[in-house]
């Protein structure tokens, strides 16, 4: 990652001798915020969670086939996180100056590079691509039949991706949020799918995180709904409302609860117990936090309660295999 921002940096800037060092901090600044390095850790720990369940299933643990997925799980979801910026290029040039908190919160720096000039879509859409190449290498290294799985399961997330960003413009009720949001559930299948088939416990996995995507949408778009009012987007708070949002949320939660037990019932252990009994009351008290405030600035407090409890979901489940393993 690191040599790829530098090399983009030098061709792009190598001839400015007098303002090089600005220039390359201003860049390095923009593909931080492009990337949102600062939340780098997460996406390998979510797709590593769908591998470690496979080694708690069937066994086969293997450290290369761990870091083979730490790679794809990094790169890839970085790939997916440009190419949502690159889609929404133009619109988010509609942002509010008064109101940026949800920038300031998935951006270390606090901007958005594209609309700002720092990155042109044109650079970011080849770090785009070349994420996206990182990325195939990494799966065709894995068996011929896994790595197809794993390949097809990315290319279906970026059109889903890209089918989220442009039908949210034009819709009357929320196709774009049930079907789009589905990438971020299949994102953790994939990383099953690494050493894993699709079967059953795939599907499980899948529709233990699917509502709890629901759930963080709403969440998301409850912090950024006069931006996105500003910028057309259809999102739940302007479909609906800021009330029928805060349902929105509890319900979904309500319904991943449900799921959550059935998984635990037929995969779990008592370490995974405990680690997703953290991540219900953080995920409860966010709800109930939405539900009483119903406002942006409740909804800016429960979004990282909602992030760091799908972290302690994906370190459980790869805890309760190491630790299990070393009995």
Aim: aromatic residues 14%; positive net charge; contains cysteine.
């Amino acid at each position: 990652m690191y040599l790829l921002m530098g090399t983009l940096i030098y061709l792009n800037h190598g001839n400015r001798a007098k303002t090089k060092g600005i220039l390359v901090n201003q860049r390095l600044k923009a593909y931080f915020d492009l990337t949102r390095l600062h939340f780098f850790f997460v996406w390998p720990t979510l797709f590593c969670a769908g591998l470690f369940l496979v080694y708690q299933t069937y066994g086969g643990f293997s450290t290369i086939t761990v870091l083979q997925a730490v790679l794809i799980g990094f790169f890839g979801f970085e790939a997916g996180l440009i190419l949502n910026d690159i889609v929404d290029a133009q619109v988010d040039k509609k942002e509010l100056a008064s109101d940026n908190r949800l920038t300031k919160y998935w951006r270390p720096f606090g901007k958005r590079p594209i609309p700002s000039g720092l990155i042109s879509r044109q650079k970011a859409t080849i770090f785009f691509a070349a994420l996206v190449t990182l990325t195939t290498i990494v799966i065709f290294t894995l068996p011929v039949s896994h790595a197809v799985y794993v390949f097809a399961m990315m290319l279906v997330c970026y059109c889903l991706e890209a089918f989220y960003q442009l039908k949210k413009r034009k819709e009357k009720i929320p196709v774009a949020q049930v079907i789009g949001r589905i990438d971020f559930a299949l994102f953790l299948v994939a990383g099953y799918l690494v050493v894993g088939k699709p079967d059953f416990i795939a599907v499980l996995l899948f529709l233990f995180f699917y509502p709890l995507a629901l759930a963080h949408l709403g969440v998301n778009d409850l912090v950024d709904v006069a931006n996105d009012k500003a910028k057309g987007m259809n999102t739940i708070p302007i479909l609906y409302s800021m009330n029928t949002t805060a349902y929105w949320i509890l319900g979904f939660s309500i319904l991943h609860f449900v799921v959550a037990a059935v998984f635990l019932y037929a995969l779990g252990s008592i370490w995974m117990l405990a680690g997703f009994a953290v991540s219900f009351v953080l995920i409860s008290g966010s709800s109930l936090l939405i539900l009483q405030k119903r406002s942006a600035e409740a909804a800016i407090k429960a979004l990282p309660l909602f992030h760091v409890s799908m972290l302690i979901y994906a370190l459980s489940i790869i805890a309760s295999y190491l630790i299990g393993s070393f009995k």
